[in-house]
């Protein structure tokens, strides 16, 4: 039976809660227990899915096709733990279960209120696989205060009483913020950030403080008085240099070691911590630099492409290269020629992304690069756009386009190399879409398994025939355009079991030149990193080197 951590958050959004969780679990491997991490957003969106990357960063597919919450790629970076559909869950999805069941008839004509209804199917989300780990760490979204998140603070209120004791404690982030013209840390704001979470009946037995100052035992033993915890359970969290030496940082302030004493379990194994020395000494000790540019939509926030970032870090690690990342706006090259913008890059990459916007700025980042022999990663949107950009300039089909684009401008202006994708296969079932159904959850999404062709970059690349990567599309290179576009040198290097769907292509006469239609940014780790992302930043310093 799981021990259950809830982590909360006070004073202000954006502290680190995910980051803090993902390391804490990372932290209780190294010790030997297994973990499981979950999120409970207060939003009312069923899932992220449908939500703008403006309003909320990317989002995170799991292998059993959930669109879920950017943390939950953290936790899956930190521990290695595969997240899962039971996972994550919002309000949305709590709410529309309930009314479901409602709709059903089975609360047998009950008056439906927030409790217990909604409480207890938040709690029953909470307990689906307890029996499967040591430690299941739970992260509620927002902060203590909002009037959102209040069924969620209940909910686990009421978990921690139903369990036996010592089997659940509370984890608060807070902040400690340094007035320069008073020249202090400012505890209150902690403070008063406690007494909320108390005036709900949730009493914190670890504190983790972010400070971009160090912070005096004095303080720590007022914070650790005025909020009830104990001093040695007052952690310091600060900025680091990067995300990836955390684990080694909580480590070092004691955070392991305090959860542990919360639980009274003073016998632990202490954390065996090479992985993640290796990874910091990759990180810190590199021999050189590579500039990679990202030529997308949504390249104001940095979030929306959060995996790749990640990803390409992991591949810089792979090959001790530090990863320096320019994001190009897609849309520049409306007007502008992409020469300007990209000449001095030693790779490019162009990720996915929905809508006509920019993709004809990706369709010349595609061309600059095929021409001028500059290694390319396509994903996605990115692959479609590699296809499309040779369809129009080698295999004459000159008006070559998307099926998504005349569906938003509601007319016949291109040839559909990339059409709707009406029906699939998903493991012994075929799953039927329309162009107009919900938005929502309708896309291909998930681990789907891809061939790949012998002797080819790709197969290359991961060392094996058959790989299993993650989808998040509803729009696919039309296989019939395939014989055209291999006459000019375009190899279709990975394919779907059924033969149907294309999964990657690649230039056979370009160093190294690939577009796949999946994700395999969700699946690279710091200390396992993507072997599409190792190969693609070695490619880069082999364009380096040729400069």
């Given at each position: 039976?799981?021990?259950?951590?809830?982590?909360?958050?006070?004073?202000?959004?954006?502290?680190?809660?995910?980051?803090?969780?993902?390391?804490?679990?990372?932290?209780?491997?190294?010790?030997?227990?297994?973990?499981?991490?979950?999120?409970?957003?207060?939003?009312?969106?069923?899932?992220?899915?449908?939500?703008?990357?403006?309003e909320h960063g990317e989002v995170f597919v799991?292998?059993?096709?959930?669109?879920?919450?950017?943390?939950?790629?953290?936790?899956?970076?930190?521990?290695?733990?595969?997240?899962?559909?039971?996972?994550?869950?919002?309000?949305?999805?709590?709410?529309?279960?309930?009314?479901?069941?409602?709709?059903?008839?089975?609360?047998?004509?009950?008056?439906?209120?927030?409790?217990?209804?909604?409480t207890n199917e938040i709690k029953d989300f909470?307990?689906?696989?307890?029996?499967?780990?040591?430690?299941?760490?739970?992260?509620?979204?927002?902060?203590?205060?909002?009037?959102?998140?209040?069924?969620?603070?209940?909910?686990?209120?009421?978990?921690?009483?139903?369990?036996?004791?010592?089997?659940?404690?509370?984890?608060?982030?807070?902040?400690?913020?340094?007035?320069?013209?008073?020249?202090?840390?400012?505890?209150?704001?902690?403070?008063?950030?406690?007494?909320?979470?108390?005036?709900?009946?949730?009493?914190?037995?670890?504190?983790?403080?972010?400070?971009?100052?160090?912070?005096?035992?004095?303080?720590?033993?007022?914070?650790?008085?005025?909020?009830?915890?104990?001093?040695?359970?007052?952690?310091?969290?600060?900025?680091?240099?990067?995300?990836?030496?955390?684990?080694?940082?909580?480590?070092?302030?004691?955070?392991?070691?305090?959860?542990?004493?919360?639980?009274?379990?003073?016998?632990?194994?202490?954390?065996?911590?090479?992985?993640?020395?290796?990874?910091?000494?990759?990180?810190?000790?590199?021999?050189?630099?590579?500039?990679?540019?990202?030529?997308?939509?949504?390249?104001?926030?940095?979030?929306?492409?959060?995996?790749?970032?990640?990803?390409?870090?992991?591949?810089?690690?792979?090959?001790?290269?530090?990863?320096?990342?320019?994001?190009?706006?897609?849309?520049?090259?409306?007007?502008?020629?992409?020469?300007?913008?990209?000449?001095?890059?030693?790779?490019?990459?162009?990720?996915?992304?929905?809508?006509?916007?920019?993709?004809?700025?990706?369709?010349?980042?595609?061309?600059?690069?095929?021409?001028?022999?500059?290694?390319?990663?396509?994903?996605?949107?990115?692959?479609?756009?590699?296809?499309?950009?040779?369809?129009?300039?080698?295999?004459?089909?000159?008006?070559?386009?998307?099926?998504?684009?005349?569906?938003?401008?509601?007319?016949?202006?291109?040839?559909?190399?990339?059409?709707?994708?009406?029906?699939?296969?998903?493991?012994?079932?075929?799953?039927?879409?329309?162009?107009?159904?919900?938005?929502?959850?309708?896309?291909?999404?998930?681990?789907?398994?891809?061939?790949?062709?012998?002797?080819?970059?790709?197969?290359?690349?991961?060392?094996?025939?058959?790989?299993?990567?993650?989808?998040?599309?509803?729009?696919?290179?039309?296989?019939?355009?395939?014989?055209?576009?291999?006459?000019?040198?375009?190899?279709?290097?990975?394919?779907?079991?059924?033969?149907?769907?294309?999964?990657?292509?690649?230039?056979?006469?370009?160093?190294?030149?690939?577009?796949?239609?999946?994700?395999?940014?969700?699946?690279?780790?710091?200390?396992?990193?993507?072997?599409?992302?190792?190969?693609?930043?070695?490619?880069?310093?082999?364009?380096?080197?040729?400069?």
């Amino acid at each position: 039976m799981a021990r259950y951590i809830f982590i909360t958050g006070g004073v202000v959004s954006s502290l680190g809660k995910g980051l803090a969780s993902a390391a804490l679990g990372a932290l209780l491997q190294a010790r030997g227990y297994t973990v499981r991490l979950r999120k409970l957003d207060p939003y009312l969106n069923v899932d992220p899915g449908t939500m703008s990357p403006f309003e909320h960063g990317e989002v995170f597919v799991t292998d059993d096709g959930a669109e879920t919450d950017l943390d939950l790629g953290h936790y899956e970076r930190f521990t290695g733990v595969s997240a899962r559909s039971t996972d994550s869950v919002s309000s949305g999805r709590i709410y529309s279960t309930v009314l479901e069941k409602e709709r059903r008839g089975d609360y047998l004509g009950k008056t439906i209120q927030v409790i217990p209804h909604v409480t207890n199917e938040i709690k029953d989300f909470i307990s689906i696989g307890e029996d499967e780990v040591d430690f299941m760490l739970c992260e509620i979204g927002g902060t203590v205060g909002d009037i959102e998140a209040l069924p969620f603070f209940e909910a686990i209120r009421q978990f921690s009483q139903d369990k036996p004791r010592g089997e659940c404690i509370f984890m608060h982030l807070t902040l400690i913020p340094y007035l320069a013209a008073a020249g202090e840390l400012k505890t209150k704001p902690t403070q008063h950030s406690v007494k909320e979470l108390r005036s709900i009946g949730i009493a914190p037995d670890v504190l983790v403080c972010r400070s971009e100052h160090p912070i005096p035992d004095k303080e720590r033993a007022k914070i650790g008085q005025f909020c009830n915890v104990r001093i040695e359970n007052v952690i310091a969290a600060y900025d680091l240099k990067s995300i990836y030496e955390a684990p080694i940082a909580y480590h070092r302030e004691g955070l392991d070691t305090a959860v542990l004493n919360a639980f009274g379990i003073t016998d632990a194994p202490m954390p065996e911590m090479s992985r993640w020395d290796d990874v910091v000494d990759r990180i810190s000790s590199t021999e050189g630099e590579v500039k990679i540019a990202i030529v997308g939509k949504y390249t104001q926030l940095g979030d929306a492409y959060k995996s790749i970032n990640e990803a390409l870090t992991h591949g810089g690690m792979a090959n001790r290269v530090k990863v320096k990342v320019e994001w190009v706006d897609a849309e520049v090259f409306d007007t502008e020629d992409p020469a300007a913008h990209l000449e001095g890059f030693d790779a490019i990459l162009v990720p996915g992304g929905f809508g006509e916007r920019g993709t004809e700025g990706k369709i010349k980042a595609a061309e600059f690069a095929r021409t001028r022999k500059v290694p390319y990663l396509g994903i996605c949107l990115g692959m479609q756009m590699a296809v499309i950009e040779g369809a129009r300039n080698l295999a004459g089909i000159k008006d070559a386009g998307s099926e998504e684009f005349d569906h938003e401008a509601g007319g016949k202006r291109f040839t559909p190399v990339v059409y709707h994708l009406k029906e699939w296969v998903q493991g012994n079932h075929k799953i039927a879409r329309k162009v107009n159904d919900d938005k929502g959850g309708t896309m291909r999404l998930g681990a789907y398994t891809a061939q790949l062709t012998e002797g080819s970059k790709v197969a290359e690349v991961y060392g094996t025939s058959t790989i299993e990567e993650r989808h998040r599309h509803r729009y696919e290179v039309d296989m019939k355009y395939r014989e055209a576009l291999e006459a000019q040198g375009m190899l279709f290097s990975g394919i779907s079991p059924d033969g149907r769907l294309p999964e990657i292509v690649e230039w056979k006469d370009h160093p190294w030149f690939i577009g796949v239609q999946f994700h395999p940014e969700l699946k690279s780790k710091p200390f396992d990193p993507h072997p599409l992302f190792a190969s693609f930043i070695n490619a880069a310093i082999e364009s380096s080197r040729l400069v």
